[in-house]
């Protein structure tokens, strides 16, 4: 490897000296990558299909009101930190500078735990899915970890290439999946369920009614990848426009969609069906037998819209976690690097890919744990979805919770110390502080609730997961605190780098 001068792709962007691509983003395309995470077909037809039946809660749609105020509060303070700290180590740099580098530590490594989980257990349900897809419509049968592979090779092809090719490849498959689930909106619209329309998917005594903790866990699980969008702010045209924008506008259409296309799938199949395991059955929406939520859009729709539609559906069901695979995978990737190039963790890690500015490094290394664990788990002989799926995301939606939880005091702290920006008081704190308790309550409910989310049944006996895992990720935490503190008193160089980004002082690494 050698260093070479700075160089200026073609097309879509720069990288100087050892920097990540800059100018490739704007806000449509960031809106690509925060709403592909929290990947819309894949939340409405599995997660809040699945939170009806486990909670006997129907009115789900309601509770997406209360946490799209919830996150609109968090976005005004994040959005505002936006605009004076550039870093794509984001939670991590924000955390620094607001709380503390040694806590910014400790939020880095709660971030590499959520990120990688969320990314990693994905796999899971994508091997199934995909596999599902392949058999019906192409006769193919393989075992889910094979469909796997596959995936891992393309994500990493994908990994050490420009960002704003990542992007483009995100907006066909964000806006087909969308596609497909309006379409079904707009079918059952036209002719709904055998229950017809019903207002108590939006009753909030309803939903305060019935299992709200976890009701309200499961629906702040189909946000996460949102809060995303300034790990890119060293990527984007306009760092301290861009990333505000592009956040708000995700918050805003996911909050409307989930809410609308959730209360329509409970029109699909009827309210009182969607909550209760032997109407479910009686209906025909089963999976071997078994009531099986997950397949009433897919039935619903097909009925209404023809086998092609249910076809594409099926197909774009799996594509819509590829597209979730590739932004956590970058999301992971320029954590890694953040890290790598202030010295917390080896400096290879800050190296990024001349022409490309791909942090190369990084992507490749989460791309090796993304094969371990898949192959872990296929030797194993687990279940790709109860296990690597259910234990993995939900650990990292919980992860992220308690960074965004963080990151609202870090806020505070931060524009506490600086006066002179001018902000109001109430996007420096009052709507930072607000956000963070709420934030810390949904925090609790989940941790409450984990045992629910990772056996599905709000009844079921303790799970030793629903201990070990959340242990992992606290545990995690307190270990970057550690690291912080060593790092404090034995190696202040490294120490008074942390959080600044690219004016950490360190020359950094571009490779061809």
Aim: charged residues 10%.
């Amino acid at each position: 490897m050698s260093a070479t001068e700075s160089k200026t792709p073609r097309s879509g962007g720069e990288t100087g000296s050892g920097g990540l691509q800059r100018r490739a983003l704007g806000v449509p395309d960031l809106v690509f990558f925060i709403v592909a995470a929290s990947a819309p077909l894949t939340a409405v037809a599995g997660g809040q299909a699945a939170t009806y039946l486990v909670t006997g809660n129907r009115a789900v749609p309601f509770m997406f009101i209360p946490l799209g105020i919830i996150l609109a509060l968090f976005a005004i303070g994040y959005a505002a930190m936006s605009r004076h700290v550039t870093n794509a180590g984001a939670f991590y740099s924000y955390v620094s500078k607001g709380l503390g580098k040694v806590y910014g530590v400790g939020a880095a490594f709660v971030a590499l735990i959520a990120y990688n989980s969320m990314q990693l257990g994905i796999y899971g349900l994508f091997g199934v899915a995909f596999g599902s897809s392949m058999s019906s419509i192409l006769g193919i049968t393989a075992p889910w970890w094979l469909w796997c592979l596959m995936c891992i090779g393309i994500i990493a092809t994908l990994g050490v290439l420009r960002i704003d090719l990542n992007a483009r490849v995100l907006a066909v498959v964000l806006v087909l999946e969308v596609l497909i689930v309006a379409l079904f909106d707009l079918s059952i619209l036209a002719e709904p369920g055998p229950q017809g329309f019903s207002l108590l998917g939006f009753d909030p005594t309803i939903a305060f009614g019935a299992a709200a903790g976890a009701t309200l866990t499961f629906c702040a699980a189909s946000f996460v990848g949102f809060e995303s969008a300034a790990i890119y702010s060293e990527e984007v045209r306009d760092p301290r426009r861009t990333v505000a924008r592009a956040t708000f506008i995700a918050v805003g259409l996911i909050a409307v969609f989930y809410a609308f296309s959730s209360w329509l799938l409970g029109i699909a199949a009827g309210p009182a069906t969607m909550v209760d395991p032997g109407a479910m059955v009686e209906a025909g929406f089963t999976a071997g037998g078994e009531p099986d939520p997950t397949t009433v859009l897919f039935v619903a729709g097909a009925e209404r819209l023809g086998q092609i539609w249910g076809t594409s559906a099926s197909l774009l069901f799996a594509t819509s976690l590829f597209a979730a695979l590739l932004s956590f995978h970058n999301a992971v990737a320029r954590y890694m690097f953040a890290l790598g190039r202030e010295g917390v963790v080896p400096r290879a890690f800050g190296s990024v890919r001349a022409g490309s500015g791909a942090p190369w490094v990084a992507s490749l290394a989460q791309s090796a744990l993304a094969l371990t664990i898949v192959l872990i788990f296929a030797l194993a002989a687990a279940d790709p979805v109860l296990t690597l799926f259910t234990w993995l995301t939900n650990l990292g939606a919980l992860g992220v919770l308690l960074l965004m939880s963080i990151t609202s005091f870090a806020v505070i702290g931060y524009f506490r110390r600086r006066p002179e920006t001018g902000l109001s008081r109430w996007s420096s704190a009052v709507a930072p502080a607000i956000a963070g308790v709420l934030l810390t309550v949904v925090l609790i409910l989940g941790v409450t609730n984990f045992n629910v989310l990772i056996t599905g049944a709000t009844d079921a006996p303790l799970n030793t997961m629903a201990v070990v895992l959340p242990v992992i990720l606290f545990g995690g935490g307190l270990v970057g605190l550690l690291v912080g503190s060593l790092l404090k008193r034995r190696r202040p160089e490294v120490f008074a780098a942390v959080g600044e980004g690219a004016n950490a002082g360190f020359p950094q690494r571009e490779d061809k």
